[in-house]
């Protein structure tokens, strides 16, 4: 029945500012557009919905990123979004083949990470959170060779 996911959705405050984060990561910008009308609004079950979004891709995989900035109706800001013990979708991970030198190179850009480097004993994974444009929980993972 389902072939394959196929995209992650984001609802972030500043487009920009969420797609220049992203492509620290690898990810390059595709396509985009402004979303408003009828068919949206039946979609997302929203009243008069006028929003921006932009597609990512990364290479080596064919999952993509959907990047959405509602201007009505105005989203909401939770403080609680980055707490990893909320109800809902609450990361998205990323595979690393060098996790150290992606913390080293992604910290050097400004990004903070919530520990160190930490190490699943059942499994051998690395793996390390941190927080992207609007407090979005993320992962970085590297699995051990096989």
């Known amino acids: 029945m389902i072939t ?6 984001i609802v972030v ?25 009828v ?4 979609v997302v079950g929203l009243e ?4 921006d979004y932009v597609e990512l891709t990364h290479p080596g995989s064919r999952m993509r990123i959907e990047l959405i900035c509602y201007r009505s109706p105005v989203s909401g800001k939770s403080p609680d979004i980055g707490k990893a013990n909320r109800i809902g979708i609450r990361h ?3 595979a690393v083949d060098n996790i150290e030198a992606t913390v080293e190179k992604l910290a050097a850009a400004g990004v903070r990470f ?6 699943y004993p059942a499994t051998g994974k690395k793996l ?6 609007d407090n979005i929980l993320l992962e970085l ?3 051990p060779l096989k």
């Open 48 to 51: 008069n919905v006028d929003a």
């Open 92 to 94: 998205i991970a990323f």
């Open 4 to 9: 394959r996911p196929d995209h992650v959705n």
């Open 128 to 133: 390390v959170y941190f927080k992207g444009p």
């Open 114 to 119: 919530d520990s160190g480097i930490q190490l």
């Open 13 to 37: 405050s500043d487009l920009k500012q969420s797609c220049d984060f992203f492509s620290l990561l690898g990810f390059t910008k595709g396509p985009g557009g402004r979303l408003s009308g």
């Open 141 to 143: 993972a590297e699995y």
């Open 39 to 42: 068919w949206i609004s039946e």
